[in-house]
């Protein structure tokens, strides 16, 4: 059976077409996390592929997410989800103030489903891609939940939450996993367990940036620092590494990692600019000597696609990234400083593992053809 559009509603008919025409004119939400800027930049090869298919993507975010994803589909169609605001400590301890904000988390996604409920009739979806917001999800339509956090580290009561986790995991129709089945893949012992959901799928490692050619034209800066993040820790290694950069010389660029606060300026020999989009940013990193970026596994996905290494700093007890740091530091690939003992001139010295760049993979096409039959049914 193939869908066709009819007064903005699906009907069924005999026949076959083409397999990039399976999602034609289907209506899909795509929704990121809004914790920093990674959940909503590695949804746009997702909203790439759902438009080479002929779908129709509304992109559902806020604040800094929503300008990233405006930015990059400015014809696209999009609708404000707020999401919980999360603030992180000051210390090296995130264990208090999560714990805090815990009962707010899970009230938020309650909110989150009370105004996904809502939506989807007005927006006359077909279907949802959420990535990492629990709440966005129907028991309507097909509802799909992207994720590298299977098997995820809390600071506290951790076997309980990955239960918890678990149970909203098997809740959507299907999940895909941002990661290469083989462990450990990019995300380690994250999305590798011992028992995946059955309603689980990898769909390989996947970047907004082309991995196939070094750009022709580069952005030249010594030391390039790409941050973001929950406050207070973005703020604060902001100005740890402004403090270091102006005491390098050379010229440098660091990028706030703030798209929804538009500046471009020139602080001493450091260029700060809010934000740059994919191609920009994939141009300044070909010209650095030196990438500096924290350890979050949008960032590693995209260092992987274009087969250079960085100088990646964990937030300070945040135990997904300080893990990752930990991984890649024993495999290698990655620099890794804490926080607190960042040194950016040392870092020059060393000579981090530049990597032939990831290889595209069939497995996210595969798993849009299996959303393609949930839409069939």
Same mark, same amino acid.
């Given at each position: ?44 090869? +997702? ?88 709440? +966005? ?13 299977? *098997?995820? *580290? ?72 790409? +941050? ?62 030196? +990438? ?86």
């Amino acid at each position: 059976m193939i869908l066709h559009r009819r007064n903005d509603r699906f009907t069924r008919s005999s026949g076959h077409s083409h397999i990039m025409q399976q999602l034609s004119g289907a209506r899909i939400l795509v929704a990121p996390l809004d914790w920093g800027l990674g959940h909503a930049a590695r949804c746009v090869p +997702i909203v790439h592929a759902l438009l080479e298919r002929g779908a129709i993507p509304i992109l559902g975010a806020d604040a800094g997410p929503l300008a990233l994803l405006r930015e990059e589909f400015p014809t696209l169609a999009q609708v404000r989800i707020p999401g919980v605001y999360v603030r992180y400590a000051k210390g090296k301890s995130q264990l208090w103030s999560m714990a805090r904000q815990f009962p707010t988390m899970i009230q938020g996604v309650r909110a989150e489903k009370a105004l996904f409920d809502r939506l989807r009739q007005q927006l006359r979806l077909d279907a949802v891609i959420s990535d990492q917001r629990f709440g +966005i999800r129907s028991a309507e339509l097909p509802s799909v939940l992207i994720t590298h956090q299977v *098997f995820p *580290f809390t600071p506290f009561a951790q076997g309980a939450l990955r239960r918890l986790n678990l149970r909203h995991i098997v809740r959507f129709d299907r999940c895909w996993v941002m990661d290469e089945a083989a462990s450990p893949g990019l995300a380690g012992e994250l999305s590798h367990g011992p028992a995946l959901p059955s309603n689980a799928r990898y769909i390989g490692t996947l970047s907004r940036f082309a991995p196939e050619v070094v750009p022709s034209r580069v952005t030249r800066h010594r030391i390039v620092a790409v +941050i973001s993040g929950p406050e207070p820790q973005r703020t604060l290694l902001e100005r740890i590494l402004t403090d270091q950069l102006h005491r390098i010389e050379g010229r440098h660029l660091l990028v706030q990692g703030l798209p929804a606060q538009p500046a471009d300026r020139q602080d001493g020999n450091v260029r700060v600019v809010s934000h740059l989009a994919g191609e920009a940013l994939r141009q300044a990193m070909f010209g650095a000597d030196l +990438i500096v970026s924290r350890s979050g596994y949008t960032t590693l996905m995209d260092l992987a696609a274009i087969g250079l290494s960085a100088l990646i700093i964990p937030t300070p007890g945040q135990q997904e990234q300080e893990y990752l740091g930990q991984l890649h530091l024993r495999s290698g690939r990655f620099l890794v400083q804490q926080q607190q003992d960042i040194d950016l001139r040392a870092a020059l010295t060393m000579d981090p593992m530049h990597t032939a760049p990831a290889l595209g993979s069939s497995l996210l096409s595969e798993a849009l053809d299996d959303l393609s039959s949930l839409l069939a049914r």
